[in-house]
């Protein structure tokens, strides 16, 4: 049994983070593998017998959800081809498996609970929610200056030079009369950046809605996100509106 992990170059290809991943992940020990595969064993359907020598695991604090212990895990299966990679959260009690959707992590603040002791904590949340969502139509990138752009290859100086004036560091606005905190963020759609203001929820709450002929409420959850006040700043840039790799595990979650 190995008590480590050959860094071989089938190794590296199939562990790398996506551009621009806010987290800050760390190796794991074998024990830590060890313990890891005991407590997940059984609890994905169709999820592979992993061995902790077959297996990359890192793990990410997430300072958000750090009164409950919960981490972000990363973990890659070394002896299979792509798709290869898992994310899962997990704390002493609980396991969560993402598949890249809101509902996941709005799922993850409804049990184990979300706080947030400063702003720049709900900045880092939001990056993290973004980076890790992906919707139907492809997912927002949250981008603080012009290397933070996921530039294609043919991408000229002349292109990036053109968002750096346009590209801003992450802005906390404060809670405002809807009982949310807001931010406003540079942020991109497929190929369009867009100047954008970020409403977040921070506990269980009534917004209030109106349509052409009534007011209505709906109720947004603990960390629930809106994008407001969408402001076009730039298309058809000479960017990929599809970083996601093939090596991303997406699972087939079943709603509780």
């Given at each position: 049994?190995?008590?480590?992990?050959?860094?071989?170059?089938?190794?590296?290809?199939?562990?790398?983070?996506?551009?621009?991943?806010?987290?800050?992940?760390?190796?794991?020990?074998?024990?830590?593998?060890?313990?890891?595969?005991?407590?997940i064993k059984g609890k994905l359907p169709d999820c592979p017998d992993f061995q902790p020598d077959q297996i990359?695991?890192?793990?990410?604090?997430?300072?958000?959800?750090?009164?409950?212990?919960?981490?972000?895990?990363?973990?890659?299966?070394?002896?299979?081809?792509?798709?290869?990679?898992?994310?899962?959260?997990?704390?002493?009690?609980?396991?969560?498996?993402?598949?890249?959707?809101?509902?996941?992590?709005?799922?993850?603040?409804?049990?184990?609970?979300?706080?947030?002791?400063?702003?720049?904590?709900?900045?880092?949340?939001?990056?993290?929610?973004?980076?890790?969502?992906?919707?139907?139509?492809?997912?927002?990138?949250?981008?603080?200056?012009?290397?933070?752009?996921?530039?294609?290859?043919?991408?000229?100086?002349?292109?990036?030079?053109?968002?750096?004036?346009?590209?801003?560091?992450?802005?906390?606005?404060?809670?405002?009369?809807?009982?949310?905190?807001?931010?406003?963020?540079?942020?991109?759609?497929?190929?369009?950046?867009?100047?954008?203001?970020?409403?977040?929820?921070?506990?269980?709450?009534?917004?209030?809605?109106?349509?052409?002929?009534?007011?209505?409420?709906?109720?947004?959850?603990?960390?629930?996100?809106?994008?407001?006040?969408?402001?076009?700043?730039?298309?058809?840039?000479?960017?990929?509106?599809?970083?996601?790799?093939d090596d991303l595990v997406i699972p087939m979650l079943t709603q509780e």
């Open positions: 049994m190995f008590t480590s992990i050959q860094l071989t170059d089938h190794y590296q290809a199939s562990h790398r983070s996506l551009p621009n991943d806010p987290l800050q992940w760390q190796e794991t020990t074998f024990k830590e593998r060890l313990l890891l595969l005991v407590k990359r695991l890192q793990t990410a604090k997430l300072d958000f959800y750090q009164a409950s212990g919960t981490n972000a895990y990363k973990l890659s299966h070394l002896t299979e081809n792509a798709p290869n990679q898992y994310l899962f959260f997990a704390n002493d009690k609980e396991i969560h498996w993402h598949d890249y959707t809101n509902q996941a992590i709005y799922n993850i603040n409804a049990t184990t609970g979300i706080h947030f002791d400063s702003p720049e904590m709900m900045m880092a949340y939001a990056k993290f929610f973004f980076h890790y969502v992906r919707g139907q139509l492809g997912r927002f990138v949250v981008v603080e200056n012009a290397n933070e752009v996921p530039w294609l290859a043919s991408a000229t100086d002349i292109d990036k030079l053109k968002l750096t004036n346009l590209v801003e560091p992450i802005i906390y606005q404060g809670k405002k009369a809807d009982g949310r905190e807001y931010l406003t963020a540079t942020v991109i759609f497929k190929t369009a950046l867009f100047k954008t203001d970020i409403a977040i929820a921070l506990t269980e709450m009534p917004i209030q809605r109106q349509d052409d002929y009534t007011i209505y409420e709906e109720t947004h959850c603990p960390g629930q996100l809106e994008l407001l006040n969408e402001e076009l700043l730039v298309e058809d840039l000479p960017i990929t509106d599809n970083p996601y790799r």
